[in-house]
């Protein structure tokens, strides 16, 4: 057995104007942007499967311009997540599911199911949704992961929800969204929003190499002994566990840089 899962560190997207002679090279075609950016990084969310469907053919053009080893991480359509009733989303999370993402391949990583800051936690009803999550889509093995975002989700019950499908909480480090860093997954997810557009690398080196050593805790299936845990008493095996960490901040001019910063912090 390993000792280590695997850590992949990237961003939300690839297409931002702002990074064009900044993170992308002047002379850069906008057709070559993912290729490019998928040499620097290792996973890239992808927001727009958010908003909309896409073809299979576009996912397929994504998984043949990225190399191997790279995984894109897929952002859920809000007609599944943006309803009073969860449970009852069942025919647009099929839609979402069949419009083809299981081109990507080996590349597809974990669906991220974003809930509104407004949706309160309803125990019944989340777990009605968790049920309606497929282990599989075509064959292909199904990693999800949601992102809540009201004070409410806060409870054991949350947490023992998401472990008893298998499903894994965003670990957000954001100004107003809550922090669930409590791991109930095979692998583990963190969107690092804190970052500031007046450094070059999002975060300064100290808040950077505390970023990386809870990567690596978490990759040897430890837990990091500085974020504070919903639920404390559960106990949690000790496994190696793949890890995604993506640099997201609002104006996410550095983003890149920051990305790339964090990686090389745990190469050294």
Sequence with gaps: MTKSGNIRVGIGGWTF???????????????????????????????????????????AKWAADVPDGFIFSLKASRFVTNRRILAEAGESMERF???????????????LWQFAPTKKF??????????LLPEKQDGLPLKHVVEVRHDSFKVPEFV???AKYGVAPVCAEH??????????ADFVYARLQKGSDDVRTCYSPGDLKAWAKRLESWAEGKMPDDLPLIDGSRKVATVPRDVFAFMI??????APFGAMALQEEMAR
Excluded: C
Excluded at 103 to 108: A, F, S, T, Y
Excluded at 175 to 184: G, L, R
């Design 17 to 59: 104007e702002a990074w064009r002679d900044h993170f992308y090279p002047a002379d850069l075609k906008q057709k070559d942007e993912l290729h490019y950016a998928s040499r620097k990084l290792k996973v890239i969310e992808i927001n727009g499967t958010y908003y909309s469907s896409q073809k299979p053919e576009t996912f």
């Design 97 to 111: 599911l069949n419009q083809g993402l299981t081109e990507l391949g080996p590349h597809l990583g974990p669906i």
């Design 122 to 131: 309803d125990a019944e009803d989340f777990e009605g949704f968790l049920k």
């Design 160 to 162: 023992a929800l998401l």
């Design 175 to 184: 100004f107003d969204y809550p922090m669930i860093a409590d791991v109930t």
């Design 249 to 254: 901040h609002e104006g996410k001019i550095n």
